[in-house]
């Protein structure tokens, strides 16, 4: 019995988290920058991957690109940055941690 009631405590609290909204959460965002946009993109601006894209922090402060814009490029981003296929979760994620900060 107390096993059990145990197991269903700890399942019910490792769930919570999950049901968050649809908003971006930037923390998720940083790991899948981190993950999936860092071999193209450096961190900071005086760091280089490859040339030809802008470091994460250059484009967290490139007023141009706002969450809307963002949204557009990450879903569907043109030559020579590749279409990564990410989800619409995925991308609010990456919305919230690449935006710049108010
Ligand atoms: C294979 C390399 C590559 C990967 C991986 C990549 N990018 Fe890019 N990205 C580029 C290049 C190159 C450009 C510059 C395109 C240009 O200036 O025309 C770019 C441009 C951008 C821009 C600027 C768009 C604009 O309007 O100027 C954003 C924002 C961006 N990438 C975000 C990301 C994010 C977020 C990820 C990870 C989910 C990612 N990229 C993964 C190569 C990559």
């Not at 998720?28 to 961190?43: F, K, L, M, N, P």
Request: glycine share 4%; aromatic share 4%; charged share 25%.
């Amino acid at each position: 019995m107390r096993v059990g009631a145990f197991i269903a405590l700890s399942a019910m609290s490792a769930l919570t988290p999950c049901a968050a909204g649809a908003a971006g959460d930037s923390e998720r965002g940083r790991t899948i920058a981190e993950t999936w946009c860092v071999s193209c993109h450096a961190r900071q601006s005086d760091q280089t991957a490859i040339d030809a894209a802008p470091s994460l922090s250059a484009i967290q402060e490139r007023p141009d690109l706002t969450p809307d814009r963002l949204r557009t490029w990450l879903a569907d981003p043109h030559p020579p940055m590749p279409n990564l296929n990410l989800t619409r979760q995925e991308i609010e994620d990456l919305v919230a941690y690449l935006r710049r900060p108010d």
